[in-house]
């Protein structure tokens, strides 16, 4: 199946500074990968995905870079605000008797006033 | 607009109960999954039904059961119930099965095991 890692398992930054969150994944055939924002108490909410037929997307302060050669990919957060503070999921579907997603184990942002 | 909603929402069990914990999407969805969340290890995928009728395992079925009721209801069962099964439950939801579109999760279901 497929291996999907996570770095940094926390990250803090001052508000309006950048966030930067890298995966990794293991099956080439993996071909779609979201990405999801949980806040405490509640499930995970997509914010951004991105298909293996482009590099790059974004949608206003949030983007997310795929490198298929390398394996991995990248959410980039820029002028934080304390909203942003949350757990951040990468995930990769990669096919089986049907698609699955695995996650990556999560990342912990907090945004510093 | 309800989305994918779960029952209960926090739970305490003693080692050997059982329990079925109960989702349901009201979008039409093809597509339902159980994940488990614990802390360091993200949402492991415990069973999903790619489409009503259909159920299949995913990274760690053992010690579960599951129910694809009709289109709109997927249920998790544990027979046995374990300490080691403490975790926060998440029911989720996809359009269809080739898994590239949004997925919908519910709020989760927080079990104790005692």
């Known amino acids: 199946g497929e291996n999907v890692e996570q770095h940094p398992s926390t990250l803090s930054v001052q508000e309006g500074d950048s966030a930067v969150i890298k995966c990794t994944y293991s099956?080439?055939?993996?071909?779609?990968f979201p990405w999801y924002k949980q806040e405490l108490g509640k499930g995970p909410q997509l914010i951004i995905d991105?298909?293996?037929?482009?590099g790059e997307k974004k949608d206003q302060r949030i983007a997310v870079t795929l490198n298929k050669t390398a394996k991995h990919f990248s959410l980039h957060i820029t002028e934080t605000q304390p909203e942003d503070s949350a757990v951040y999921f990468c995930?990769?579907?990669?096919?089986?008797?049907?698609?699955?997603?695995?996650f990556g184990s999560g990342t912990q942002l907090t945004v510093l006033p | 607009n309800a989305g994918v909603t779960q029952t209960p929402k926090f739970q305490v069990l003693k080692t050997g109960q059982s329990m079925t914990l109960q989702c349901a999407q009201d979008?039409?969805?093809?597509?339902m999954y159980w994940y488990r969340q614990d802390p360091g290890m993200g949402l492991r995928l415990i069973y999903y039904?790619?489409?009503?009728?259909?159920?299949d395992k995913g990274e760690v079925p053992n010690g579960y059961n599951v129910s694809r009721l009709n289109k709109r209801e997927f249920s998790l069962r544990l027979e046995s119930a374990a300490p080691s099964q403490t975790s926060v439950y998440f029911c989720?939801?996809?359009?269809?099965?080739?898994?590239?579109?949004?997925?919908?999760f519910g709020q989760g279901t927080r079990l104790t095991v005692v």
């Open positions: 989720a939801s996809n359009l269809n099965q080739n898994m590239n579109t949004e997925a919908f």
């Open positions: 995930a990769a579907s990669f096919p089986g008797s049907a698609r699955q997603l695995t």
């Open positions: 099956d080439s055939a993996s071909n779609y």
């Open positions: 039904s790619a489409s009503e009728g259909t159920t």
């Open positions: 979008m039409n969805h093809n597509s």
């Open positions: 991105i298909r293996s037929n482009v």
